[in-house]
Nanobody
Framework: QVQLVESGGGLVQAGGSLRLSCAAS????????MGWYRQAPGKQREFVAS???????NYADSVKGRFTITRDNTKSTVYLQMNNMKPGDTATYYC???????????WGQGTQVTVSS
């Protein structure tokens, strides 16, 4: 099994930046896919960004050019650098990890991000 621990959420003014991190722990050496979803109050969870071995990076249109997803050398930690943040980015951000295409998808507990205008 994989456990995910998220950090970096908080309150930021519009135009500011935050960096989220998500550390995976367990027996997994390489995780095929890691990324982020977010859920705003009263809204459904939506895709934000992903990093997948062999397929590269993918971003939601709403965050392209502002957010950057990266992973460390061990593939056990994923980061989401959020720049030029907007009030519409306010949400709970959830990290996910999938060790292999056939494995279960694991989710973090979520971290709150609030952007004030």
């Amino acid at each position: 099994q994989v456990q995910l621990v998220e950090s970096g959420g908080g309150l930021v003014q519009a135009g500011g930046s935050l960096r989220l991190s998500c550390a995976a722990s367990g027996s997994t050496v390489i995780i095929t896919a890691m990324g982020w979803y977010r859920q705003a109050p009263g809204k459904q969870r939506e895709f934000v960004a992903s990093s997948t071995v062999g397929r590269g990076l993918n971003y939601a249109d709403s965050v392209k050019g502002r957010f950057t997803i990266t992973r460390d050398n061990t593939k056990s930690t994923v980061y989401l650098q959020m720049n030029n943040m907007k009030p519409g980015d306010t949400a709970t951000y959830y990290c996910y990890a999938r060790p292999s295409p056939r494995a279960n998808t694991y989710w973090g507990q979520g971290t709150q991000v609030t952007v004030s205008s």
